[in-house]
């Protein structure tokens, strides 16, 4: 038996009743891993060593007939921009090529802390700033359904290692759609919650106001239980919230009676593939028949989000990416002659290209003299977003739309066209704006790539958001996998 | 032309909380470089900064002390840019909502009263510490550079007074006083030799009646008041000077040696930052309940315009006096201490603290608690004088000894054997001696010539080295003539 291939609660029963071990479990995947690793490229760095031993001591527990939690033994990847404590931490970075973290991130920690086996680090865009991983500094994530494509991004390399069988799970980060959108163009489910409801500390920043990070799972009662360990108040972090935490599998349930879904016109327009659009309208059918009222509504300031994202992410990035200056950890360019010198050649030579386009971007927008026409301008578009989402939100219980504008697109289609790249995440990023959550889920296929449907939930409505997904998933009964 | 100078300070203090302002480390001076330090103030990749209420708390006080509007909504910013001192290179600071606005501290300068605003009290994070190792210790020209972080996000206060200052002595004054309210309020031990307290001065001249402005420099490294009031002093010179001789004066960053007495130039307007201020997204804003802030106004103590009030009042000293002995939290408790084993005149404590004390102090340089003197020695050296073992002139030629080890005056005075003598028998021998010797002035006294009288007085304390009781002598040589 492939055991590669099971979920979280699948694997979880086995181990439960013995019938495999977390060993076995974690063999699995490695092999897997040794199999299709060189094809896809999930994983910037393998943590081979630290897996098994954790499966050991997992295996040890039950063994000695300890109750094991949900998360137990199962292996998982981690996006490189969260800190793991001795494990290198590269955020895709040469600046951070040999960079490793003295302490571990709250939401690494909660799972670790869980038992799961941490299978290593995966690539991503520099600094989360991409929509397809090919702004890796170290080299490209392909899509697993077509080794040709690119998986999204940033968190390409967690949604590969999912949907490749290199992880059971795996943890990404979502600034603008970096978990969304890679779910959607890889197949599998992943997930932005609230923002705050995880705990950002040990998350590097990209744009702290719109990070958050969330799981990709195979399937959304994966996604329920893992949300379950990741959430929780972070007196580290200010803007973690307080809140009971509830148990997210308890929402999962078939029947929708009642409740409203919108559908934002916005969404649907535009910029969207005409065939993605025609897949979600197919989608959508199916929540008739689970009892859920489906209507259009509308976000009219939706049109400026995407320019209001632009300002508003690169200006908090230009700020937070500016520790990285070679003078106490990361690289540092050799033999410079002062100061000055060492800052510039060591920033020129450790970002990449699109990073130092939004750092150029950011401080622009911050600049004495521009600051109220941009940065000021931006967040009263942020402001009338929000007030877009509450109102909808009076109407519907949740919104959906597509993921992402396109299937899956070629390896350099898009590189050299930032404005292009930056409308594959027009769906993902007024989410963002407003804090909300929402997940993504697969709802077919298009020319033989997968779709992703986007559902939105009201602020800290991830039960509702997990119910309607978790519904939606059961009646559409969308279950391929990729050729690999 | 007649010029008359205006003067605004900045003074950053560094708060006296247990923890930094963003992170548990603790705050501890002069603790081995680095070893005070966690991901969150070095900065390291992922960290979040936490705010410290106490800090928030401080700041609070300190503006309701000097009569601020509190603001119930506050915020944070992030004020952008590179040095190896600030590991984020960006500092946690305020921007347009600091914690306090509006404030004014008035000043007692003797001969009239003023009032110098308070434009804004804000927080932020205080920088790492550079060391230069090799060129002339400064960065340009060093070997290399090392950084310690110890210092790098303990809590700082910035209190920034309006134009309103005319005279380095009413700067001296203003920032003497700000001290003692700080002191009182024990939110910073205010220590300018740790760097705990903190001044920058922006000064320019216009001619006297005038409302506009002059163009202004910044003084830096005003490392003690006397430094402060010796800068200004030499910098409105300058400028006077300069504008005498048809030149310029340009806004430029100016820097104060105190070895050479003269401020020269450390960067001009062209090398200004541009900041880049923006809310910083780590931090939720913060909003206060005007019930919390009332309740912070109850927990303040005396301050010290109320002390001054009270030692009028109850120890019936001259304002002249009261003002001085409160300008200093220290000063006044050494005067409080005094006067509560002190039976006599409070007034005599404070003409020895202000008058002997005050001018070894000045001379050395301390302050009144970093003195050998205690408030017991004064005492002491005063009952010796109430009880006729010494006299005052005595007290005065022991004052140095006492200051400078420390030795009570008693043990001083028998050490020495200065005490006074008063045995009637042992003066009326002095006396028939010096009578002996100077006949003919007994017989100019004895003709009418008074000032006779002052020459055997004289001739009596000349004999015993002082150390006759006057009023003794005086006595009994009355009645010998
Ligand atoms: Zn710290």
Not at chain 1, 11 to 16: I, M, P, Q
Not at chain 1, 280 to 288: Q, R
């Amino acid at each position: 038996m492939e055991l590669y291939k099971l979920t979280i609660h699948e694997a979880h029963e086995k181990l439960v009743s013995k019938e495999i071990s977390a060993r076995e479990f974690t063999e699995s995947v490695f092999s897997r891993i040794d199999k299709v690793e060189d094809k896809v490229r999930s994983y910037l760095t393998l943590t081979k060593e630290i897996a098994f031993g954790q499966a050991e001591k997992v295996d040890r527990k039950i063994a000695s007939g300890e109750k094991i939690g949900p998360l137990a033994g199962i292996p998982a990847a981690i996006k490189d921009v969260m800190c793991v404590e001795g494990v290198r931490t590269t955020c895709g970075s040469k600046i951070l090529e040999n960079y490793v973290p003295v302490y571990t991130s709250t939401a690494a920690k909660n799972l670790l802390n869980e038992g799961i086996i941490m299978t290593g680090k995966t690539n991503m865009d520099e600094f989360a700033m991409g929509s397809s991983t090919e702004n890796s500094r170290f080299f490209p994530t392909r899509n697993p359904w077509d080794l040709e494509r690119v998986p999204g991004g940033s968190s390409g390399g967690s949604a590969t290692a999912v949907a490749a069988g290199e992880a059971i799970f795996s943890l990404g980060s979502d600034t603008g759609g970096s978990i969304r959108q890679p779910a959607a163009l890889c197949g599998i489910v992943g997930m932005k919650p609230t923002y705050g409801l995880v705990s950002r500390y040990g998350l590097v920043a990209f744009a702290s106001s719109l990070d958050q990070i969330g799981p990709f799972t195979k399937d959304v009662r994966d996604c329920a239980i893992t949300l379950n360990y990741l959430i929780g108040h972070d007196p580290l972090d200010s803007t973690s919230v307080k809140i009971d935490k509830p148990d997210y599998t308890k929402a999962l349930s078939d029947d929708l009676k009642g409740v409203k879904i919108g559908v934002p016109r916005e969404l649907m327009v535009e910029g969207i593939d005409p065939k993605v659009r025609e897949a979600v309208e197919n989608a959508l059918e199916v929540f008739g028949k689970s009892g859920a009222i489906v209507a259009e509504t509308s976000l009219p300031n939706l049109d400026y989000a995407l320019s209001a994202y632009y300002i508003i992410a690169p200006a908090e990035a230009s700020s937070n990416l500016a520790r990285f200056d070679g003078v106490r950890y990361g690289y540092r360019v050799p033999g410079t002659e002062d100061l000055m010198d060492m800052y510039m050649l060591t920033r020129a030579e450790g970002f990449g290209d699109e990073v130092k386009r939004r750092i150029m971007l950011g401080t622009y927008a911050l600049s004495a003299g521009y600051y109220e026409a941009y940065y000021g301008q931006a967040q009263k578009v942020r402001t009338l977003i929000i007030r877009d989402f509450n109102r909808a939100f009076e109407e519907f219980d949740v919104l959906v739309s597509p993921t992402s504008p396109t299937t899956a697109f070629k390896i350099g289609e898009k590189i050299d066209d930032p404005l292009q790249m930056y409308l594959s995440d027009i769906c993902t990023i007024p989410v963002n704006l407003a804090g909300l959550p929402a997940i993504s889920v697969p709802c077919g296929m298009v020319d033989e790539l997968p779709v992703g449907l986007h559902i939105i939930g009201k602020t800290l409505g991830e039960e509702m958001l997990l119910k309607v997904a978790y519904s939606f998933e059961q009646n559409f009964g969308w279950n391929e996998k990729p050729a690999l | 032309m007649e010029y008359e100078s205006v003067i605004g300070l900045e003074i950053h203090v560094e708060l006296d909380t247990e923890s930094k302002m963003f992170c548990n480390c603790s705050t501890r001076f002069g603790e081995e470089p680095n070893t005070q330090t966690c991901p969150v103030c070095l900065g390291l990749p992922g960290s979040l900064p936490v705010a410290n209420e106490k800090a928030i708390e401080y700041v609070i006080k300190s503006g309701l002390a000097i009569g601020c509007d509190i603001s119930l909504y506050s915020q944070f910013h992030r004020k952008n840019y590179f040095y190896p001192d600030m590991p984020k290179n960006y500092q946690i600071s305020q921007y347009d909502l600091p914690l306090c606005i509006n404030g004014h501290v008035d000043l007692d300068m003797d001969d009239y009263e003023t009032r110098i605003g308070v434009t804004r009290i804000h927080l932020e994070e205080d920088t790492g510490k550079l060391i230069h190792v090799g060129g002339a210790g400064r960065i340009a020209g060093a070997e290399y550079s090392l950084v310690d972080f110890n210092r790098a996000g303990v809590p700082l206060m910035e209190i920034v007074s309006e134009p309103d200052i005319r005279t380095p002595e009413e700067a001296k004054v203003y920032a003497q006083k700000l001290r003692a309210i700080l002191i009182s309020l024990g939110v910073s031990d205010c220590s300018m030799e740790k760097g705990s307290m903190r001044v920058d001065a922006n000064v320019s001249i216009r001619p006297k009646g005038s409302t506009e402005f002059g163009v202004k420099t910044e003084l830096k490294n005003l490392n003690s008041f006397r430094s402060l009031q010796r800068a200004l002093t030499y910098e409105i010179e300058r400028q006077k000077k300069a504008l005498e001789e048809g030149e310029v004066i340009v806004q430029e960053t100016r820097h104060w040696d105190e070895s050479k007495n003269r401020t020269s130039i450390l960067r001009t307007k062209e090398y200004a930052h541009d900041y880049r201020y923006f809310p910083d997204p780590d931090l939720v804003p913060m909003q206060f309940d005007s019930s919390w802030i009332e309740s912070l106004k109850a927990e303040i103590p005396e301050l010290p315009d109320e002390r001054k009030q009270r030692f009028i009042r109850r120890f019936g000293l001259p304002a002249h006096d009261a003002n001085l002995l409160t300008a200093t939290k220290a000063m006044g408790d050494f005067f409080e201490e005094a006067v509560s084993i002190y039976a006599g005149d409070p007034k005599a404590i404070s003409n020895w603290i202000l008058g002997d004390l005050s001018y070894y102090l000045n001379t050395e340089n301390l302050e009144i608690d970093e003195s050998a003197i205690t408030p017991k020695h004064i005492v002491e050296m005063l009952k010796l004088i109430d009880n006729g073992t010494i006299s005052g002139k005595i007290a005065k030629e022991i004052f140095p000894e006492m200051f400078e080890t420390g030795k009570m005056p008693q043990a001083i005075v028998e050490e020495r054997g200065m005490t006074q003598i008063s045995g009637e028998d042992e003066i009326a021998k002095i006396i028939d001696t010096v009578l002996a010797e100077n006949a003919a002035v007994v017989q100019e006294y004895r003709e009418g010539k008074e000032r006779a009288f002052g020459f055997l007085v004289g001739q009596a304390m000349r004999l015993t080295k002082g150390r006759a009781n006057p009023q003794l002598v005086n006595k009994l040589l009355r009645e010998k003539l």
